[in-house]
Structure formats: C-alpha cells, structure tokens
C-alpha cells in the first residue's frame, strides 16, 4: 500500500510552527489519530501560566491542507 508523507502544523496563539520532517501514514484514519494524539501533547504541555488557549494542529500533504484539528478553552480558579 502507498504512504503518504503527511505534516503536522502546530498553530497557537504565538503562530505557526512548520513541521519539516512529516511522516508516512498508509491511510487517513492513522493522520487523524496522530493529530489528535499530538494535540494531546501539546495541551498537556501548555496547562501551566496560562488562562485562555487556542490550539490546532493542521495537517498537510504535498498537495496542500488535508485536516484540522482544534480546541480552545479557558482555565481559572473558582474560590470559595
């Protein structure tokens, strides 16, 4: 089966960050688990210092955008 190199763009409120290198996947439904579980990273690594994110992951193949995938939310502390 043919892969396609597919790149995962990361976008946050602080720009673009261009993924050079991509990575095989044989089918889509691999593409959007990858973006989904890197959207993951991403949130988990973000949590700290900050009240309101936006964040997507937009994917790409040679031929141009091929998916997105984003959340945002807000996060602030409820005293008593």
């Known amino acids: 089966m043919p892969m396609t190199r597919y790149y995962f763009d990361l976008r946050d409120g602080g720009g673009l960050a ?13 593409v959007q688990e990858e973006a989904a579980r890197a959207l993951a990273d991403v ?4 949590l700290r210092g ?4 936006q964040i997507a992951i937009e994917v790409r193949d040679g031929d141009g955008p091929v998916l997105e995938v984003a959340i945002a939310w807000r996060s602030c502390r409820l005293d008593s």
Not at 18 to 30: R, W
Not at 50 to 53: D, K, L, R, Y
């Open 18 to 30: 261009i993924d050079e290198e991509g990575m095989e996947m044989s089918n889509f439904g691999a």
């Open 43 to 46: 949130i988990r690594d973000s």
């Open 50 to 53: 900050h009240n309101f994110h």
